[in-house]
């Protein structure tokens, strides 16, 4: 366009020079004729002048039509190549220019408002958002904002191979069945056969109907690949197979469950068969007949659980861990012995004889217990300060960082999280760590253990320790106070043998009896004050029955310390029709918790999980700040419902 106007202007130079010597030539010879000419001149440039303008003007509106006069035909090409369009809006935001690119799909919005094409397009213009993908026409596009322009690119394709690329990556899970060993031992062929027709091949079909790669690697585990596509699908109906299994062994009267972990998220095929390893300990850990979802750089997420944790009979695993316990502490230069924060009777208790077993070992021992002690367990400990004094060496958590060292052997009892114990620093800092524990795995450890022996079926740590006493062999190191004190953690633990009491938890009881433990004296460390029992009366006031055999307590009156308010819930649970109950009231100022218990139909567990807590199926708590016990127990009840609704067990 500049080339034709810089020659337009060439031409009227030599046009108006050329109609200059005319005139002079008229002027000199011709001279009568000079007006008439000049006026035919005058009329031609005034023709000419008008043609001008028509041309140029015409030129400019060419030029807005026509991309290629204004940027040049390359980088139309390269617009065109990359699918790019753009549109330009007045202060108004009204279209007034649209690309040629959008020809193509008939799209047209020259003079509409910009926000009339998309209603998100109004997020860029607000400046929420830097860049926006959209669709129109069944065409993706991925907006821009530049001052008054718009770009849109195509990116139908892209978006099209990224959703192959993520239905297509691949994810690898492990199945495994619970207890499968145990319950085919002694079995004969025929209920085998059952087991594998009833079991093993419903699995076997499941996987296949969904598309699934499986491949036996134990008598009790498959490994399975798959990929995204599937795993949603298999997502979408919520692992129907572990319903399904959970009713045909019900059926054939076995106690094997499903538990599986499927791993995602990484090309690293080493790194997912890794991550679907710790997914399927976590499910087991957490008592079974789940699915762990290990999603790199999520956080774990568990389907079903709906079965109370079995117990596993063979005790071989307890005679390993005795052995490889006892192994640490002898290697170690010193033991610190860390408890959860408000140390109760199982915690302490189970500290007192992990402490005894260090002293039988020849090992110093020492016992953390800054992080608080409860009320009742705190009372019992003062009525007998001297001789447990005399016994064990109590330390505040400094004190204990620093006699922690590099041979230092840590061993955590009752907890197994950091920011649970009483020694979080000592954690941190530690170079070998133990965790014994009863309550299930939720989350990832933040440290790297040395040992982990965290049984969920087991009602009780003074219960494993007790067992790990004997396969110890070690004899005639614990008193009858400190058996005592052991034995009153088993009872608060299954609140008087009512829950979590298997056949180990009275052959436990009964080896605490023959160490001398006392049940009247720990009825008594557990008999509670009057203005306790009144406190509790008072609470149980505000309890209400919801169906399904739910109690929920809502209490603001005052602040309840959380022993009150488990003891009130574990009460609640000696009410016939009472399934499960949760108690919830202010823990300090800007605090309010809940406590839970179930009978074992009601897995509260997952209930206050969803609020991001946690503990195990018939115990479990949530705390949170800043929230009101009317707008706790209401998001409560929503949890509680959902629960039923997805097919609770109840
Ligand atoms: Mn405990």
């Keep these: 366009m500049l080339e034709r106007l810089e020659e337009l202007k060439l031409q009227l130079v030599y046009l108006l020079t050329g109609e200059f010597i005319l005139s002079l030539f008229i002027l000199f010879f011709f001279e009568r004729w000079l007006l008439l000419v000049l006026s035919i001149l005058g009329v031609l440039n005034f023709v000419l002048l008008i043609a001008i303008i028509i041309v140029v003007t015409r030129g400019v509106k060419e030029r807005m039509l026509h991309l290629t006069r204004v940027v040049g035909s390359n ?20 279209v007034d220019y649209t690309s040629e690119f959008f020809d193509e799909f008939n799209l047209d919005w020259v003079g509409q408002r910009v926000t009339s094409i998309h209603p998100q397009i109004g997020q860029i213009l607000s400046g929420e958002v ?46 495994h069945f619970d207890n499968y060993e145990e319950s085919t031992q002694y079995q004969e062929e025929q209920t085998i056969a059952n087991i594998d027709s009833g079991i093993r091949q419903p699995v076997i079909d499941w996987a296949k109907k969904n598309g699934m790669f499986l491949r036996r690697v134990k008598a009790d585990r498959f490994l399975v690949v798959l990929n995204e596509k599937i795993f949603k699908n298999i997502l979408n109906e919520r692992f129907e197979i572990l319903n399904q299994i959970r009713e045909s062994a019900t059926h054939l009267d076995l106690a094997i469950s499903l538990s599986m972990a499927f791993a995602k998220g990484t090309t690293d095929f080493d790194e997912l068969e890794e991550l679907a390893n710790q997914g399927l300990e976590l499910a087991q850990n957490r008592g079974g007949d789940q699915v762990a979802i290990k999603h790199v750089g999520r956080q774990t997420q568990y389907f079903g659980g709906t079965l109370v944790a079995n117990e596993k009979r063979n005790k071989v695993k307890v005679r390993v861990m005795a052995q490889s316990i006892k192994e640490l502490i002898v290697k170690s230069s010193n033991i610190i012995i860390v408890g959860h924060k408000e140390m109760d009777f199982d ?19 020492s016992i953390v217990t800054s992080g608080g002690i409860e009320k009742m367990m705190k009372a019992a400990f003062d009525l007998h300060a001297e001789h447990l004094q005399g016994r064990h060496t109590f330390v505040t958590e400094s004190q204990a960082l620093n006699s922690l060292n590099d041979n230092t052997l840590v061993i955590m009892l009752d907890h197994h999280l950091a920011e649970h114990s009483n020694g979080e620093h000592i954690i941190n800092k530690a170079k070998h760590i133990c965790v014994i524990d009863h309550h299930r795995r939720g989350k990832d450890f933040t440290f790297d253990p040395t040992l982990v022996y965290i049984e969920s079926w087991s009602s009780s740590v003074v219960e494993l320790l007790s067992e790990l006493m004997q396969y110890m062999g070690i004899r005639n190191f614990m008193s ?13 633990d299954t609140n008087r043998f009512r829950l979590k009491t298997s056949s180990r938890t009275y052959e436990a009881a009964a080896y605490l009896r023959l160490l001398g433990a006392e049940p009247g004296d720990a009825d008594s460390f ?48 000696g009410i016939s029709d009472v399934e499960a109950s949760f108690v919830i009231a202010n823990v300090s100022d800007n605090s309010v918790a809940i406590s839970a218990r179930s009978r074992g139909k009601f897995n509260v567990q997952f209930v206050l999980e969803k609020l991001g807590g946690g503990g195990h199926y018939t115990a479990a708590a949530v705390q949170k700040e800043n929230m009101s016990v009317e707008e706790l127990s209401q998001l409560c009840i929503e949890e509680i419902n959902r629960y039923i609704e997805n097919g609770g067990n109840i």
């Excluded at 980088?75 to 009204?94: C, E, N, P, T």
């Excluded at 106070?481 to 953690?489: H, P, Q």
Aim: glycine share 4%.
């Design 347 to 365: 915690c302490m208790g189970s500290a007192l004889s992990m402490s005894r077993i260090c002293s039988a070992l020849q090992k110093q021992s």
């Design 480 to 492: 009858s106070i400190e058996s005592t004190i052991m034995l009153t953690g088993m009872i608060v």
């Design 75 to 94: 980088v139309k090409h390269a617009l065109d190549i990359g699918r790019v369009g753009f549109l330009s809006f007045d202060d108004q935001y009204v």
């Design 526 to 573: 557990l008999k509670e004050t009057y203005d306790d029992f009144e406190l509790k009366t008072n609470v149980l006031h505000h309890a209400q029955y919801l169906d399904n055999g739910i109690v929920i307590v809502p209490y603001d009156e005052q602040l309840l310390a959380r022993p009150v308010m488990s003891m009130v819930a574990d009460q609640l649970l």
């Design 130 to 175: 830097n860049h926006l993908a959209i669709e129109l026409e069944e065409v993706k596009y991925e907006i821009k904002r530049v001052s008054n322009t718009l770009f849109f690119k195509d990116i139908s394709d892209i978006s099209r191979i990224q959703k192959q690329f993520l239905e297509n990556s691949v994810v690898i899970g492990y199945i």
